[in-house]
């Protein structure tokens, strides 16, 4: 069983460890081109300047992480 923190990262650390584009990320967080946000409330939110993201939310878009395949 994974720890709550484990749980919880930037968009840049979900970037690599799904191997995307971080930025993709952030766009999935704000909407893309006026569009609504990809992720609930629940999955993510904004602390200062950095998204962070829930491991449930990045599963949920892009499947499971990279490294667990």
């Known amino acids: ?8 990262m930037t ?3 979900a970037g690599d460890r799904w191997g995307m584009a971080a930025r ?3 766009q999935a ?4 081109k006026g569009g609504a946000p990809r992720f609930t409330k629940e999955e993510a939110r ?3 300047r950095i998204w ?7 599963e949920r878009l892009y499947g499971p992480e990279k490294n667990d395949i």
């Open 52 to 58: 962070l993201v829930t491991r449930q939310g990045m």
């Open 24 to 26: 993709t990320i952030q």
């Open 11 to 13: 968009a840049a650390e």
């Open 1 to 8: 069983m994974k720890s709550d923190l484990e749980n919880v």
């Open 29 to 32: 967080c704000t909407g893309y």
């Open 46 to 48: 904004k602390s200062g």
